[in-house]
């Protein structure tokens, strides 16, 4: 880095990891091939593009209950399914399309086929055992955030309680793995609402991303500071002005015809293609993903020159995305993320984690909105008619269990169990696939299967009946229900 680069400004790059409880839970067309395929594509790239580069990366405690869970049987599953079904289907459609003198098609279907063999590769390289390589990115510059327990979208818990369980079960779960926390913290779907912070720091938050760009106007210059709140936290928004290069559709850097197309599909569902139409070429797609790397960084330098033209100090622009982005949805996305981490060296612009940088900007007194980055920037995904069996179920599940709780003792199966059906119950994806229509009936089949659960384990403990099993999988494994006392 050029000296006195940090003049200028700082860019915060902020990834947000998170993958609905879907291991064991499901096969094709949805459920723990999810996880399968965003292991090979995102996860197991992310942790040799993201070796010691000042970035921030939230892990949610549901995305690492599953990560645990490959040190047994599901990593074997995982395996399994990269040698034989990747293997298997791009060998049968890589000879289909040689047979219709695709060979073009054919050829890059053979490439693709490498990424599965070779995460299968890395897999095995690190025993399985991914949680361990990311406390060793830790250690690297890399900064982890963590967040509620299983993703619910906090503004909607119902209960004081239930509250406590999603943040102290979260955070609890980030320092069993992680060893430490600096308090960062990741809000699910970026919703916050007046007083939140209040509830935060009591579990010792200090700092955590908002979606302000209602509030202040999408391309202010108020999105690149930080924001002081009165409970103590700090509040960063993230600034849409350059995620929109990312994330805005056709206008966005993935929407450039040389990057392969997530749309068009195979027999196999295979992507041969790029998003021009034509036969997919890695390599032209990796000089578009490099020029792509040095116009955004030159963006990101005009937008803190500009700030400090006007306002006489250096600002934070806070670049936020989920991780699965970029690899999966974006399939040059990492690549880009690599080059644009190397770019920012080149041009001399800072890079720095989130909690690093809060130190050098000093937050202002400013109102925070209510409001999510989902789309419009408000609760409705999440709470609407369209997906209200969806929000009364985990409403009324968390009325009840936290209810129970009152007559119950800690360490009872039964009350483990529904607590942990309760998470299950309340995670933000199950509403956010069936506003979006992304996975058919699984979001509804899902909820239905952790409503009938929790049901039976708050009818065995109101009957001080043992339960088979107080655990769901490797979901919250070390779960303390003391929360849903007051605890």
């Not at 690297?140 to 119902?158: I, K, Y």
Request: charged residues 25%; contains cysteine.
């Amino acid at each position: 880095m050029k000296p006195g680069a940090r003049d200028r400004g700082e860019l915060a790059i902020v990834l947000h990891s998170h993958m609905p409880y879907v291991e064991g839970f499901g096969t094709w067309p949805f459920g723990e091939e999810w996880l399968w395929e965003a292991l090979a594509g995102v996860y197991l790239p992310m942790l040799r593009a993201l070796r010691e580069a000042p970035v921030t990366l939230g892990l949610t405690p549901v995305l690492c209950d599953q990560l645990e869970a490959l040190r047994g049987d599901a990593g074997e599953r995982f395996l399994e399914f990269m040698r034989t079904v990747r293997a298997d289907i791009h060998d049968e459609d890589s000879r289909g399309l040689e047979e219709h003198g695709e060979h073009d098609l054919a050829a890059e279907v053979r490439r693709a086929a490498g990424d599965y063999s070779n995460a299968a590769y890395a897999f095995e390289r690190l025993d399985g055992d991914l949680l361990a390589e990311l406390h060793e990115l830790r250690g690297s510059g890399v900064e982890l955030w963590t967040g509620a327990a299983s993703h619910a979208v906090l503004p909607l818990v119902a209960t004081e309680a239930g509250l406590r369980l999603q943040v102290a079960g979260g955070i609890a779960s980030h320092e069993r793995r992680f060893e430490t926390w600096s308090g960062g913290f990741w809000l699910p779907e970026c919703a916050y609402r007046a007083g939140l912070e209040r509830d935060l720091v009591e579990h010792g938050v200090r700092c955590f991303c908002v979606d302000q760009t209602d509030a202040l106007g999408l391309g202010s210059l108020d999105q690149l500071e930080p924001i002081a709140t009165e409970a103590g936290p700090v509040a960063m928004p993230i600034d849409w002005e350059l995620i929109n290069l990312v994330w805005d559709g056709g206008n966005s850097y993935p929407a450039d015809p040389v990057y392969r197309d997530y749309w068009g599909r195979t027999v196999h569902d295979l992507k041969p293609w790029n998003v021009g139409g034509k036969p997919y070429r890695h390599y032209e797609a990796l000089k578009r993903a490099r020029a792509h790397a040095r116009d955004f960084v030159r963006r990101v330098i005009a937008r803190l020159d500009a700030y400090r033209a006007e306002r006489g100090r250096g600002g934070l622009c806070c670049f936020a995305l989920d991780t699965e982005l970029l690899g999966h949805w974006w399939y040059e996305g990492l690549h880009w993320l690599r080059f644009v981490i190397d770019e920012a060296r080149l041009q001399g612009l800072a890079l720095a984690t989130l909690p690093d940088a809060l130190e050098r900007h000093e937050p202002v007194a400013r109102p925070l909105a209510e409001s999510t980055w989902g789309r419009p920037k408000d609760l409705t995904t999440w709470d609407s008619p369209r997906v209200a069996e969806v929000a009364w179920a985990a409403r009324g599940g968390e009325l009840r269990t936290v209810a129970a709780a009152s007559g119950a003792r800690a360490g009872d199966p039964a009350l483990e169990r529904a607590a942990r059906e309760l998470l299950a119950l309340q995670s933000s994806d199950w509403a956010f696939q069936l506003t979006h229509e992304m996975a058919g009936e699984y979001p509804l089949q899902r909820v239905e299967q952790h409503r009938e659960q929790l049901a039976d384990a708050l009818a065995a403990l109101a009957d001080s009946r043992p339960v088979d099993d107080p655990h769901v999988r490797n979901l919250a494994p070390n779960l303390d229900v003391s929360p849903l006392f007051g605890i």
